[in-house]
Nanobody
Framework: QVQLVESGGGLVQAGASLSLSCAPSGRTFSTYAMGWFRQAPGKEREFVAHINWSGGSTFYADSVKGRFTISRDYAKNTVSLQMNSLKPEDTAVYYC??????????????????WGQGTQVTVSS
């Protein structure tokens, strides 16, 4: 069983940066694709970013492209989400997710069987 723990959320002003980290435990996560999702109050959980198992391929939601960067550090066994130029509409609970399927849509929550508990990001205007 893979357990995921996110950290790094907080309250910042618009235009600032934050870095989120996800630390999987249990099995090695080196063979898992990793994703970040977010959920604002009253809204559905939405895809933010994805990185494949090798780290060689990334994909972003249009809303964060050019501002957010997903990366993974195999030595530290972590996956990170660097968020720059934050906007008030980025305010949400951010979730880390892990999946290992070779088929399916990795922009959908159903692709990922393992999830963290979430970390709050609040961006004030």
């Amino acid at each position: 069983q893979v357990q995921l723990v996110e950290s790094g959320g907080g309250l910042v002003q618009a235009g600032a940066s934050l870095s989120l980290s996800c630390a999987p435990s249990g099995r090695t996560f080196s063979t898992y694709a990793m994703g970040w999702f977010r959920q604002a109050p009253g809204k559905e959980r939405e895809f933010v970013a994805h990185i494949n198992w090798s780290g060689g391929s990334t994909f972003y939601a249009d809303s964060v492209k050019g501002r957010f960067t997903i990366s993974r550090d195999y030595a530290k066994n972590t996956v990170s989400l660097q968020m720059n130029s934050l906007k008030p509409e980025d305010t949400a609970v951010y979730y880390c997710a892990a999946g290992r399927s070779s088929v399916g849509d990795y922009t959908k929550p159903q692709f990922y069987p393992y999830w963290g508990q979430g970390t709050q990001v609040t961006v004030s205007s």
